[in-house]
């Protein structure tokens, strides 16, 4: 049974909120401090203290700084100060491939190649203790697999070493491509670069967390004081029975997804053809079309259509050029998918592939595919209603 770890990220994460996070799950910090004496480095230690945000108990973490260090370092020196430590192997290589993911995303931000690249906030001591502490908890409390929710990123300005940048900066959002995120009013990075890079690189999944039995639940404290809890809370457990990546039959499949609407009533309705296949093109997952009123009872079409963040753009370009649209609402949806495979059946007058869906281990669903049916029907001038009922009865008899 995979013992797994959901990071909720309602107040987003941070480098030290994920280190109070996993060290209150049980974890002295002194066994931490212990293992980290194991780097090259010196002149550090990680504190700990209990702290309440808006009611909840949770453990503020911070590194203490007790020598001047020099913060900028390249990710090759970092990658050195790990692999020449004593840590245990596992250690060293999620911290490098955090520290890895972050230093990409710090080249692309900033035009240059990851072997030019020299950190700034995140190549200084703490930022390194955060990333290899991490790494450690990670391994000390056996972690198998990493989930984590929706990300919240915060709003607003924040100041760094480049001067003031939007929120999310830059190199969060960078990191953060593909998963899923969103904002409210609440002001403040609350997702740093290096919470970031921790959690897109250990997750596996984003999205609700799944069917698992709790065992112990840690809060990280955030400095700040917000209208909201400002705590990272993590929960470790263990993955249900039917949940493990190995028994797919029995999974819901959980996908984050986008929606994106416009309400059209001054366009030529023989465009929605073109437009729509141009959109499956562009890989929509779904596009359709609903009659609607708009005011003074006119009639009008409704375009939705169902996408992943990757290709947004292509979709808005679509959208603003192929129709009469000048605005566009969006929101993300959560998509929740049966597990299917497809069987290819032998019918009297050829081929059929047959799509089935199955929830929880069970066979939930047929669907012969219509375009091989048509393509028999029109061989043979059967009823298609024909084909459809012989190719459901015949993969029936073979399951």
């Known amino acids: 049974m995979n013992r797994i770890l959901y990071f909720d990220c ?8 994920t280190l109070g996070a996993l060290l209150h799950l049980g ?6 401090n212990a293992e980290l004496g194991k780097l090259p480095v010196k002149g550090f230690q990680v504190s700990v203290q209990k702290v ?31 692999n020449e430590s004593t840590l245990d192997g596992k250690v060293k290589d999620i911290a490098i491939k955090i520290f890895t993911k972050l230093g990409e995303a710090e080249a692309k931000i900033h035009g240059t190649t990851v072997d030019k690249i020299h950190f700034h906030e995140v ?6 203790v955060d990333i290899v502490g991490t790494a450690i ?38 990191l953060l491509k593909g998963v899923p995120i969103y904002s409210t009013e609440i002001k403040g990075e609350l997702t740093t670069p290096t919470g970031a890079a921790i959690l897109s690189t250990l997750a596996k999944e984003f999205g609700r967390m799944p ?28 993955l249900q029975e039917g949940q493990d990546s190995s028994n797919q039959e029995a999974c819901l499949d959980h996908h984050q997804q986008w929606m994106l609407e416009c309400n059209i009533d001054d366009m030529n309705h023989e465009f929605i053809d073109h ?11 779904d596009v359709y079309i609903t009659p609607i009123q708009m005011k003074k009872n006119r009639p009008a079409l409704k375009l ?95 399951l």
């Open 10 to 17: 309602s107040a987003g994460a941070s480098g030290d909120m």
């Open 27 to 32: 974890v002295k910090v002194d066994d931490l």
């Open 52 to 82: 309440k945000k808006r009611g909840i108990e949770a453990l503020k973490a911070e590194v203490l700084i007790t020598e001047e260090d020099a913060p900028h370092r390249g990710l090759t020196t970092i990658k050195n100060i790990i």
């Open 123 to 128: 190549g200084a001591i703490d930022a390194i």
């Open 137 to 174: 908890l990670i391994d000390r409390l056996q972690i198998d697999e990493v989930y984590a929710s929706s990300i919240h990123t915060g709003s607003g300005f924040v100041t760094c070493q480049h001067g003031i940048m939007p929120i999310p900066a830059p190199a969060t959002l960078e």
């Open 211 to 238: 069917l698992m039995k709790v065992d112990r639940i840690g809060y990280g404290a955030g400095t700040k004081d917000l209208a909201i809890p400002n705590v990272l809370r993590v929960s470790l457990g263990y």
């Open 275 to 285: 437009i729509m296949g141009r959109l499956f093109q562009a890989g929509a997952r």
């Open 304 to 398: 939705s259509v169902l996408y992943g963040k990757e290709i947004e753009e292509k979709v808005f370009s679509i959208i603003f050029t192929e129709t009469t649209s000048i605005g566009i609402r969006k929101y993300p949806v959560e998509k929740v998918m049966l597990d299917r495979k497809t069987q290819s059946v032998e019918t009297p007058w050829g081929n059929v592939n047959v799509k089935l869906a199955y929830y929880k281990g069970d066979l939930a669903n047929i669907a012969p595919e219509y375009e091989d049916c048509k393509r028999l029907a029109e061989k043979t001038g059967l009823p298609i209603k024909h084909i459809y009922s012989e190719v459901n009865n015949l993969i029936k008899n073979m």
